[in-house]
């Protein structure tokens, strides 16, 4: 059995080429400039193989966000849904998970292109909040309200915008996209220092 036979029987491994052909094209142009037989011809097949298995464009760009942030939120909820951990440890876990999974991985073109070209592709951004920042808020925000309950936040309201705590992730992609050829910067004291103004000092921290 020859290697392109095998391949026509295993649609998973096909689908999982071309959304790693789509992800490459997707992070080198950018979403707009990429076209359906440009993902084709990296991935080595036919366009209309392409059809067969995504029905356009924004449906490659939805699957590989779905895949990309499924394990992450997965995590994420693991840390957020146990109440024997700290608030104050779950943000500081999403932060150290943030900077070694999407800054640290190529998942960080997803929301760097969403950031630059999300705003011309109105199916793209819709799905990304409903699927991934609407689930992730709704974790964030179960926390805060928790530490807000404790005392723990510097101020309380911060629970009813749980957008602030995503506020320096984006930040850092905005920044190493544009920026950090010309000035490095630390996204680990970005994120330590950040979570101090959220929380007030434990006992035995200094203020």
Excluded: C
């Excluded at 080595?44 to 392409?50: D, L, N, P, R």
């Excluded at 992450?72 to 104050?88: C, F, S, T, V």
């Excluded at 640290?104 to 292109?113: A, I, K, Y």
Aim: net charge neutral; charged share 25%.
């Amino acid at each position: 059995m020859t290697e392109k036979t095998r391949r026509r029987r295993d649609p998973e491994e096909r689908r999982a080429e071309i959304l790693a052909a789509a992800f490459a094209l997707f992070s080198e142009r950018g979403f707009a400039a990429t076209r359906i037989e440009d993902v084709a011809a990296r991935a080595g097949i036919a366009k209309g193989t392409v059809y067969l298995h995504f029905p356009d464009k924004e449906a490659l760009f939805t699957s590989l966000a779905s895949g990309m942030a499924s394990p992450l939120l997965a995590r994420m909820a693991e840390m957020a849904n146990n109440d024997r951990i700290p608030p104050k440890s779950v943000i500081a876990g999403l932060y150290a998970m943030a900077d070694s999974e999407i800054l640290g991985t190529d998942r960080r073109h997803m929301l760097r292109l969403l950031i630059s070209e999300g705003q011309f592709f109105p199916v793209v951004a819709e799905f990304y909040h409903r699927n991934v920042l609407s689930v992730g808020l709704a974790l964030l925000r179960r926390v805060l309200e928790r530490a807000a309950e404790r005392g723990e936040l510097r101020n309380p309201k911060v629970a009813e915008v749980p957008q602030l705590v995503f506020a320096p992730v984006l930040m850092s992609i905005i920044w190493k996209s544009l920026f950090e050829p010309y000035e490095h910067l630390d996204t680990k004291t970005v994120f330590a220092t950040f979570l101090e103004t959220l929380f007030l000092p434990s006992e035995g921290e200094a203020s």
